[in-house]
């Protein structure tokens, strides 16, 4: 019977990087992916790379890691990330002052500028200037999130590493200690054992009766071809309602309802925004239901419409291109910041989920972990370590 050093449970971006680090450290490792296609959140992701946003002193260093750490990748990785650097425009609403708005900004570590509307739409001429009061902007980092992944998994492979696809629907626990998983066709065991399965890491861990504060959303968007228009830009709102529904929806009050099916804890929001790939292709959207049933149904023709019309009204040139829904589930924690480390109460079971800043924190992140694992002190992990 093989036992790996680490098993790695999920293979989108953060299970891709923290596989193809824990290979570089040496250890033998194993990474689980329930869908060959890849259809979770890394692959309908906007790919943007938000490295000025940082707070704190700790978003700050994993930013400014980040950041070089993707202008390096493409020729680690021996793949073409597609990594850029373009100006995200900010949208201010119609109907909120600008000024105001922008102090909410002041505190991050690359604060954007305030442009007027006619500013705005020289920078990004496809805006309705009728629909803002003004806008933001910054440079902005961008990749494709697909190319990143499937280099970190190759570059895994080259070296050593194993994948396997099937859905993970056990882990292996004898006492206290978590000795490798089980899939719907087949047993693996491992020393020490990594959920990096997103969205699906809590109703995971539930069945094995750990508990942890980390939530999911259901977010919509839709993908178009190749198109002829060209969108200059990565354009968001300046106010991202997201935030502040994930901030509602893990309150310690709302947390009990997340074990249960069937619960809408908080209303849905719309922020309506965009960005078109090298590719030609646009990504649209986006919706982000708080549903605690991760397979819970969505009216997709509704929804569909919805985004249609929110973007449409920012950006009107794209309302009526050709395209297609999508739906995903994305992670995220009580606190903005990403769960990394030990699992309480359990050996050999680790977490590396609830990333609300995911491809600029992975990266460097996945480096940290590694080197923590492999005896290396560290001063990051353990400011992100998992509680019950």
Known sequence: MKIYDWIVVGGGITGAALGYELRQKGFSVLIIE????????TRYSYGGLAYWSATSELTRVLCAEGIERHRTLSAELDTDTEFRELDLVLTIAADRNPEEVATAYQNFAIPPTLLTV???????????????AGALTV??????????????????HRAGGELEFAPVVELLQKGNCIQGVKTTNQ?????NTVICAGGLSRALLQATGIHVHVYFTHAEMIETPKVDLMLRTLVMPATMQRFQLEDKASTLEVDPLWDEPGHEPVP??????????LDGSLR???ISRVLTDPNARIDSVKSEAAIRTSVGNILPTLENLPGTWHHCLVAFSSNSLPLVGILPGVEGAYLFSGFT?????????????ANWVAGQEDKIVPQLSPTG
């Open 34 to 41: 329930q869908d060959a296609t890849f259809q979770g959140a």
């Open 118 to 132: 006619e500013e705005a739409c020289k920078l990004e001429p496809l805006l309705n200037p009728n629909a803002i």
């Open 139 to 156: 440079r902005h980092g961008h990749i494709n999130p697909e190319r990143t992944t499937q280099g970190y998994l190759q570059a895994f």
């Open 187 to 191: 047993i693996y065991h491992a020393a």
């Open 268 to 277: 849905p929001i719309l922020d309506a925004g965009a960005i078109q790939f």
């Open 284 to 286: 649209m959207g986006q």
């Open 357 to 369: 800043n995911p491809l600029v924190f992975v990266p460097p992140l996945a480096q940290h972990f």
